[in-house]
């Protein structure tokens, strides 16, 4: 744990009002005794924190009567941890490319401004909100731009239980189909809005995978939507891989290159995957899933340094799209 964030455990710890004894706090910080020691002093000389030794409960907390001298007792900069940090840009990230005007239109400026507050805290030396947004930057790779209109109508319905009266467009037939859906949860995945809906024609729930901009025109009807349990949404559409869902799990075995090992094993591709190494050093990758047009495309991005154990059927859908590819790339380079 770095000293900034040994610092900003401390500080959540005594703001809770506790009185905090040597031996947790050594094994909250996960420090010696000795850094200890310089981390509380810092807090008190350098942070100007009111802490006191309370010898009759026998630890360290805050003198809440102590008149604090200068602006205010707060860590400079940026005292956030590293995965808070990531999710308050992310959020502020998300926030600032919904399009004013919107279903949460109201709400988002004085959410933008509280992200802004929190990730810049006073003190001297801290960076201004320019400087930090011009510092970190949060990339976005294939993330589609919202037909505003649509999504603010089917927030607006999914808030409210009313079904949705929906055309939408399925890229991958390339037609357009009429539906009456019942909308359960919007998800948002690697910089795209998707609907879980309660589908009324098929009688069944489906997963409008093509994202929320491929719906072209949505009409919110007087209806009251009919609500799916949490547990069967998830069973039904969260069992699978990635935003392709389903009942008919199989399980994907993937093997990794010593030399890829090296970053796919801190990776995370399925929250239910297995991994070890092997003898050799290579990384033994296992998940599940229902439909494998994501999971082929995400191997792809591997080859030649991963293979594909089983199952038959995932190891020949990588071999087409392979043999399609070389055809494809040959035959645009020959004369």
Known sequence: MSQTERLYKLKSLLDAGQCLGKARLL????????????????LRDSMNAPIVFDRDRGGWRLDRGATV??????????????????????MQHLLAHLDAGGLLAPHIEPM?????????????????HQELTRRIHVQTVGARKLHLPHFQSVGTALLRRQRLQIEYHGRGRN??????????????YRDNWYLDAWCHLRQALRSFSGSVDAIRSVQVLDQKAIDVPETELDTELGTGYGIFAGREVQWAHLRFSPERARWVAAETWQPN?????????????????????????????????????????????????LRVGIEMTVGRLTP
């Not at 037609?175 to 948002?188: D, F, K, N, T, W």
């Open 27 to 42: 094994e909250e910080l996960e420090a010696s005794p000795a850094t200890l020691k310089r981390d509380l002093a810092h």
């Open 69 to 90: 001298v200068g602006t205010q007792y707060e860590l400079p900069g940026l005292w956030l941890s590293a995965e808070k940090i990531h999710a308050l840009l992310n």
């Open 112 to 128: 933008m401004k509280r992200l802004r507050q929190m990730l810049v805290a006073p003190g001297k030396g801290a960076p201004t």
């Open 175 to 188: 037609q357009a189909q009429q539906r009456e859906v019942s909308p359960q949860r919007l998800i948002h």
């Open 273 to 321: 995957q297995k991994g070890r190494f092997d003898g050799d050093g290579c990384w033994l990758l296992e998940l599940p899933y229902a439909d494998p047009r994501e999971l082929v495309m995400d191997i792809l991005r591997h080859v030649p340094e991963v293979g594909v154990l089983g199952p038959a059927g995932l190891r020949e859908a990588v071999g087409e799209k």
